[in-house]
């Protein structure tokens, strides 16, 4: 199995079976940034230039969460522990 970076989305789904639906990343994901939308967030893109400018074997991922979904998405972080260290959320600031 061929290992892969990450610039993808990743739902609520995706964090109910973290494990299964990131077992081909390398290096892991380990940060992320949750919103709703999310697809243009460069964060990711930042966050990995300066983990692998300071050879830090972990990436950053986006997370398509929406307001509703916060609750589950926190408590699937729960229990993922300290495989995820840190997440940042993103507010739309409407008009």
Not at 19 to 31: G, H, N, Q
Not at 72 to 82: D, M, P, Q, V, Y
Request: glycine share 4%; proline share 5%.
């Amino acid at each position: 199995m061929t290992k892969k970076s990450t610039t993808e989305r990743y739902t609520l789904a995706d964090l109910e079976k973290w494990r299964e639906a990131t077992d081909d990343v390398d290096p892991p994901i380990r940060l992320g940034v949750f919103g709703d939308p999310i697809a243009h967030s460069l964060s990711p893109q930042m966050q990995n230039a300066a983990l692998r400018a300071c050879k830090i074997d972990m990436q950053c991922a986006r997370f398509h969460i929406r307001a509703n979904e916060l609750r589950s998405a926190l408590r699937f972080l729960r229990e993922l522990g300290k495989s995820m260290r840190r997440i940042n959320s993103r507010v739309t600031q409407g008009p």
